[in-house]
T-cell receptor
Framework: DAGVTQSPTHLIKTRGQQVTLRCSPK?????VSWYQQALGQGPQFIFQ???????QRGNFPDRFSGHQFPNYSSELNVNALLLGDSALYLCASSWILGNTEAFFGQGTRLTVV | QKEVEQNSGPLSVPEGAIASLNCTYSDRGSQSFFWYRQYSGKSPELIMS????GDKEDGRFTAQLNKASQYVSLLIRDSQPSDSATYLCAVSAQNTGNQFYFGTGTSLTVIP
């Protein structure tokens, strides 16, 4: 049973560029949430997708956008990258009707230079 | 603003001892509580979930929840060097779409 998979694992981008991160949820899960974790901090909620729609959104600017596909996989897009966007980006999958437990992928380490 | 507070540590305990990690939360509507373990440079790994007041035991781990005091804790018995990691407390509520609010984590070091 494959767990949550994210790609790529590491990424280096230049300020102003755009980036797309990808996530495949755990088998049987239908909900994907994205989190940003800066060094020394806890993960911060970006948004959540279910049934291909954004259901909840945290306090992140519109430069952060996402998408969920019919197979439940998801993408996180960040436009006009800033140095402060450098962080570990985590995808968490869960089942909307389940007990709300969420499982994280290995994360994507984004460095903006 | 929904807040989750943890003592950042570092917390050091000798091998074989009990490690006690604490977490308080501000939102009384919180319904689900989780402890994640995160090794340096890795992603969080779910180790315990608890939903009702009282204790929940799983192997060497015991989670304790007191909703009246808005307090959740994690006890690790017979601590091992492999338990050395950052422990993240997370809470969620149905009325906020089950998004997780995390604390900043407590760094635990188990000394052989």
């Amino acid at each position: 049973d494959a767990g949550v998979t994210q790609s790529p694992t590491h990424l280096i981008k230049t300020r102003g560029q755009q980036v797309t991160l990808r996530c495949s949820p755990k088998s049987g899960h239908d909900t994907v949430s994205w989190y940003q974790q800066a060094l020394g901090q806890g993960p911060q909620f970006i948004f959540q997708y279910y049934e291909e729609e954004e259901r909840q959104r945290g306090n992140f600017p519109d430069r952060f956008s996402g998408h969920q596909f019919p197979n439940y996989s998801s993408e996180l897009n960040v436009n006009a990258l800033l140095l402060g966007d450098s962080a570990l980006y985590l995808c968490a999958s869960s089942w909307i009707l389940g007990n709300t437990e969420a499982f994280f992928g290995q994360g994507t380490r984004l460095t903006v230079v | 603003q929904k807040e989750v507070e943890q003592n950042s540590g570092p917390l050091s305990v000798p091998e074989g001892a009990i490690a006690s990690l604490n977490c308080t939360y501000s939102d009384r509507g919180s319904q689900s509580f989780f402890w994640y373990r995160q090794y340096s440079g890795k992603s969080p790994e779910l180790i315990m979930s608890i939903y009702s007041n009282g204790d929940k035991e799983d192997g060497r781990f015991t989670a304790q929840l007191n909703k009246a005091s808005q307090y959740v804790s994690l006890l690790i018995r017979d601590s091992q060097p492999s338990d050395s990691a950052t422990y993240l407390c997370a809470v969620s509520a149905q009325n906020t779409g089950n998004q997780f609010y995390f604390g900043t984590g407590t760094s635990l070091t188990v000394i052989p």
